[in-house]
Nanobody, 123 residues
């Protein structure tokens, strides 16, 4: 059974940076980050193919966030710079159990989810 464990969330002032990590056990392929603010639906943030060669970002985080992965460590990262109060949310990592990069911006294609880590950006 694949397990995903996020870490690295916290409280930061606007303009600051945080680095999220997602450690995985088991065989996984493409991975992604999603976030969910109170009263809102879970939304796509970024995704990365199994070999790290392809990355995808939601428009509002382009140029500020960078997704990466280290398959030797079975870990995915999200470097978040120039954080804004509207980035405040619970951040979830997700992974697919099969090959493919279609629909990585959608919730349904992911087979495994972490428990989430809170990111709070103060103004």
């Amino acid at each position: 059974q694949v397990q995903l464990v996020e870490s690295g969330g916290g409280l930061v002032q606007a303009g600051g940076s945080l680095r999220l990590s997602c450690a995985a056990s088991g065989l996984i392929y493409a991975m992604g980050w999603f976030r969910q603010a109170p009263g809102k639906d879970r939304e796509f943030v970024a995704a990365i193919s199994w070999n790290g060669r392809s990355t995808y970002y939601e428009d509002s985080v382009k140029g500020r966030f960078t997704i990466s992965r280290d398959n030797a460590k079975r870990t995915m990262y999200l470097q978040m710079n120039s954080l804004k109060p509207e980035d405040t949310a619970v951040y979830y990592c997700a992974a697919r159990g099969s090959l493919g990069t279609i629909g990585l911006h959608l919730v349904d294609p992911y087979d495994y989810w972490g428990q989430g880590t809170q990111v709070t950006v103060s103004s």
